[in-house]
């Protein structure tokens, strides 16, 4: 079946740092692939998404590159903030034809310290 | 903002008791779930709609049944509640507009659930 596995958090940085979040899947045909972001206290929220290779979702700085020859969909951002401090879920859904049963990561804490 | 709210958001109860939770959404969405969000654990599904009285069964779904029987209304319920099931149980949502070929989710605030 399908699975997702991300980088084991929690991941701590400097504000102004780099971020890198690794992400890679495995699933049959060609399906979504999505960052969910959940700030403390709330429910998920879609922070990008990118529906075919080559593909580059972005949002509020963040990237993600849909890699299928390397399975893989790594958040980026260029310069973190403190307010970017949450839990990040990677995700993907439709590997097989249609099937609505997403897939998620078990998410990754990103704690950024000013 | 995708119209879905969670009831109640918060809620302590013994063990044995029954407890309902309700997910309602405003927006036609053909595809609901409930999920539990647990430390070390990530998001578990519980159960899923993908229909009026079409239910199906996630991944953990021993102990909670659910009940579809309108387009807005997804009912997740705990027969006898126990201490394992303490957790925050979020809804989402799916299946309409762009999110019906993406299968992106639209997810619900949360309730928080306190089993003693």
């Known amino acids: 079946g399908d699975s997702v596995t991300q980088m084991e958090g929690p991941v701590t940085l400097s504000e102004e740092a780099f971020l890198t979040i690794n992400c890679t899947y495995t699933a049959t045909g060609y399906p979504s692939l999505f960052w969910y972001v959940q700030y403390p206290g709330e429910g998920l929220q879609l922070l990008l998404k990118?529906?075919?290779?080559?593909d580059k979702g972005s949002n509020k700085g963040f990237e993600a590159t849909y890699r299928k020859e390397t399975t893989s969909f790594h958040l980026e951002k260029g310069s973190v903030q403190v307010s970017d401090s949450a839990v990040y879920f990677c995700?993907?859904?439709?590997?097989?034809?249609?099937?609505?049963?997403?897939?998620f990561g078990r998410g990754t804490s990103l704690i950024v310290h000013p | 903002d995708a119209g879905i709210t969670q009831s109640p958001r918060h809620k302590v109860t013994e063990t044995g008791t029954p407890v309902t939770l309700r997910c309602h959404q405003t927006?036609?969405?053909?595809?609901m779930y409930w999920y539990r969000q647990d430390p070390g654990h990530g998001l578990r599904l519980i159960h899923y709609?993908?229909?009026?009285?079409?239910?199906d069964k996630g991944e953990v779904s021993d102990g909670y049944s659910v009940s579809r029987s309108k387009t807005e209304d997804f009912l997740l319920t705990l027969e006898s509640a126990t201490s394992s099931q303490t957790s925050v149980y979020f809804c989402?949502?799916?299946?309409?507009?762009?999110?019906?070929?993406?299968?992106?989710?639209?997810f619900g605030e949360g309730s928080r659930l306190t089993v003693l």
């Open positions: 990118a529906t075919k290779a080559d």
């Open positions: 989402a949502i799916s299946g309409r507009g762009s999110s019906l070929e993406t299968g992106e989710l639209f």
């Open positions: 709609s993908y229909g009026v009285k079409d239910t």
């Open positions: 995700a993907l859904s439709g590997s097989s034809g249609g099937s609505y049963i997403p897939t």
């Open positions: 927006e036609n969405h053909r595809y």
